[in-house]
């Protein structure tokens, strides 16, 4: 079974605060991607990477980066984090090879910033 | 930007009825996918189907395609309280941006 684990499950942070969420995958998978999931809103897509120390810009990147140094570990990082930034974090990662295909997710990371 | 729109925001059964959810998008696809979420937890993928397929099956779980009207829907058969979760349809953007609906949150009841 592929396994996609996150750091934290809940998290809670302050304005200004660097805040790291760490994603990772045990099935060796090319791309791993973050989303954030806010009522209303649905899942809209971060950042993703299909290789090691590639990124590509999802929708929404204002305020985040994000690091990928080994293939199964995919980190977000929010710079300074503001309160706007409260939402569901999920990280998932898939196996394409040029057939875009299934993506599997973690268990998600509630992040509140005070 | 949206590519999928599920239809109802909500539906609520008593146990042992059937679920149907359908999903609309815009643009051409390759596959179209189901997602089923737990409250507060991971996306947990159920079914894809290819776009030169019309239906298929797994378990309880049957899906239709129709490429001409852009749509899909969702059949959960003989539904159960474990059922209740919310389900996301899915479709690429692209060759690597899986863009997801808004969701059809299904409440069985007992």
């Known amino acids: 079974d592929v396994k996609v684990t996150q750091s934290s499950r809940y998290l809670v942070k302050r304005t200004g605060e660097k805040v790291f969420l760490e994603c990772v995958q045990d099935m060796d998978h090319e791309n791993m991607f973050w989303y954030r999931q806010d009522p209303g809103l649905g899942l809209r897509l971060i950042y993703f990477?299909?290789?090691?120390?590639?990124?590509e810009k999802g929708d929404i990147p204002e305020g985040y980066s994000v690091s990928r140094e080994k293939k199964e570990r995919f980190s977000l990082i929010l710079e300074s984090a503001s309160t706007n930034q409260t939402s569901m974090y999920l990280c998932?990662?898939?196996?394409?090879?040029?057939?875009?295909?299934?993506?599997?997710f973690g268990p998600g990371t509630r992040l509140t910033v005070l | 930007s949206q590519q999928g729109e599920e239809d109802p925001q909500a539906l609520s059964i008593q146990e042992g009825e059937n679920a149907t959810m359908n999903c609309s998008y815009k643009?051409?696809?390759?596959?179209l996918q189901w997602y089923r979420q737990n409250s507060g937890r991971g996306l947990v993928h159920l079914i894809l189907i290819r776009s030169n397929e019309r239906e298929k099956h797994s378990g309880r779980l049957r899906v239709t395609l129709d490429t001409s009207k852009k749509s899909s829907s969702l059949l959960i058969t003989a539904s159960r309280a474990a059922d209740t979760a919310s389900y996301f349809c899915a479709t690429y953007q692209g060759a690597q941006k899986l863009v997801f609906g808004q969701g059809t949150r299904l409440t069985i009841n007992p």
């Open positions: 990477s299909y290789d090691v120390k590639m990124k």
């Open positions: 643009t051409s696809i390759n596959n």
């Open positions: 998932a990662s898939s196996f394409d090879r040029g057939r875009p295909g299934e993506q599997f």
